[in-house]
């Protein structure tokens, strides 16, 4: 094992999308993450086959039947031996299964049990369903994101499932552990995606309060609003981002597009924005993108080319810091943040819901009799590896 989480045991319930994320950057940095997949639906209803399936790399698989009370038990007998429980329930739902926080931290007074949830624990809305997109538009993220004079955009789910759950998740874990280390007595983390969203828009929140925000989409300085601060496209159909917010990156970025600037407004003008995206995009639209990128390089612009899922592997820049790393023939995200001494690892693809039922079992205490026993009733599943 490597990374500076070697030595940390996570159970992580059966769970989609953010729980799963946190549980796979927690295993990324080296911990011991064991999955509990539901033995009556081993892919849990998704069509990600394991090799595809990132979120669940380096972790390895239990397959119960949580409504047997013999794999509850089990379940208990795993959470005993943890250092951190994730799970991605609706309130109540795990209490219901026997796994609640109670009943855990009953068997284990130091587990650190964290809760991912979209709306908390609590409040008029704790049983509402919901999607990343739901918790955005309550949090006044959705608002802020899209184009002047048309209906907000969702950023793929990105903010709210992994920026405003699964990282904050994470984080409130990883404190939590470091004061159970201490105090010896673990506690619940209650992490709820608005409450992380509302958190991401701390800055944006100030800046309205000071009156230097709009309540309109792209009227702003970092929403596409400003000229200086959007992207274009280019004459061969493809796009470019631009960032220059500084007067230094400003005035190279109209360097490198010949303008000048006595042609232009002063760059914080904002009524005369409009008319400064204009003449941007037209400037942008006399070449290519490769093109750009080539006059551009040696300017210090805030100048980047628009790369797609495809192209952005194969950037030397990606490529020279080994960003992407092929791994059990898939390319994947290499593990991030980077440790210089204790570094983070592809070790392990994601398993096959179960493959590893009875060697966890085993070697987290239970013994084998009722490993055995679990087997014959059908409370656990053994799965066999996935072969592609």
Same mark, same amino acid.
């Not at 750009?292 to 490529?319: G, I």
């Given at each position: ?119 908390? !624990? ?24 899209? /184009? ?97 917010? /500084?007067?230094?990156?400003? !005035? ?58 495809? /192209? ?42 179960? !493959? ?25 599943? !053994? ?6």
């Amino acid at each position: 094992m490597s990374g500076p989480l070697a030595g940390v045991r996570v159970l992580e319930l059966p769970a989609i999308g953010p729980a799963p994320f946190c549980g796979a950057l927690l295993a990324d940095m080296g911990a011991d993450v064991v999955r509990i997949d539901r033995a009556t639906s081993i892919d849990l209803g998704t069509p990600v086959p394991p090799h595809f399936d990132f979120y669940n790399r380096n972790k390895r698989s239990v397959a119960l039947d949580l409504k047997a009370r013999p794999a509850v038990d089990a379940a208990l007998a795993l959470a005993s031996h943890a250092d951190i429980l994730i799970e991605g329930f609706r309130p109540g739902v795990a209490e219901r299964l026997g796994l609640g926080p109670v009943a855990c931290l009953e068997v284990n007074p130091k587990l650190v049990y964290g809760r991912m949830t979209g709306w908390g !624990q609590d409040g008029p809305m704790a049983q509402a369903v919901g999607h990343d997109i739901n918790y955005l538009a309550l949090s006044g993220a959705l608002h802020c994101i899209g /184009e002047n004079g048309r209906a907000p955009v969702p950023p793929l789910n990105l903010a709210a499932d992994l920026g405003g759950g699964a990282m904050y998740l994470a984080v409130g874990v990883l404190a939590a552990l470091t004061e159970a280390r201490a105090s010896g007595r673990g506690q619940v983390v209650d992490a709820a995606m608005v409450d992380g969203l509302a958190n991401l828009m701390s800055a944006f929140s100030a800046f309205r309060q000071m009156g230097e925000w709009t309540a309109e989409r792209g009227q702003n300085i970092v929403d596409g609003g400003a000229p200086f601060y959007n992207t274009y496209e280019t004459r061969d159909g493809k796009y470019i981002a631009v960032g220059a917010i /500084e007067a230094r990156f400003y !005035q190279a970025l109209l360097d490198g597009m010949g303008l000048d600037p006595a042609s232009l407004p002063p760059q914080n003008d904002r009524p005369s924005w409009p008319a400064m995206r204009e003449r941007f995009a037209a400037v942008f639209k006399t070449r290519s993108r490769d093109e750009w990128v080539a006059e551009m390089q040696s300017r210090d612009a805030c100048f980047s080319p628009v790369l797609d899922l495809d /192209e952005a592997p194969e950037h030397p820049h990606m490529r020279a810091r080994g960003v992407f790393s092929r791994y059990d023939g898939v390319v994947h995200p290499t593990p991030a943040p980077r440790f210089d001494r204790t570094p983070s690892s592809l070790r392990r693809p994601a398993p096959a819901a179960g !493959q590893q039922s009875s060697e966890v079992l085993a070697e987290w205490g239970v013994a084998a009799d009722a490993i055995d026993a679990l087997r014959t009733s059908g409370a656990m599943v !053994q799965g066999e590896a996935f072969v592609r």
